[in-house]
Nanobody, 125 residues
């Protein structure tokens, strides 16, 4: 599976962006999907995740209520709608795919099998 993230950019605080992550291949629905981010000098952190069916979603406390993850299995794409953006949301955002198998450790980056190249999100104050 190859992942291509897009949609990043520069936005003022309080603004919105929608990230997309397009996956290659015909088995997209066999993967749980996650979004992570990494700011300069910081470790990669979990942002949001969604089960293969779209039936369950998970969020970090820092984005809960502001970000929404969704997926369209017919289009092999997962989205991250980001509203009420804050300067502390500035980071490179990565999408990742984990094969569906048993327990989904959605917030652990080393459990994911494939990663996209990242897209920069910059929020100005």
């Amino acid at each position: 599976v190859q992942l291509q993230a897009s949609g990043g950019g520069l936005v003022q605080a309080g603004g919105s962006l929608r990230l997309s992550c397009a996956a290659s291949g015909r088995t997209f629905s066999r993967y749980d999907m996650g979004w992570f981010r990494q700011a300069p000098g910081k470790e990669r952190e979990f942002v949001a995740a969604i089960r293969w069916s779209g039936g369950s979603t998970f969020y970090s406390n820092s984005v809960k209520g502001r970000f929404t993850i969704s997926r369209d299995n017919a289009k092999n794409t997962v989205y991250l709608q980001m509203n009420s953006l804050k300067p502390e949301d500035t980071a490179i955002y990565y999408c990742a795919a984990e094969r569906v198998s048993g327990t989904y450790y959605y917030d652990q980056p080393d459990r994911y099998d494939y990663w996209g190249q990242g897209t920069q999100v910059t929020v100005s104050s």
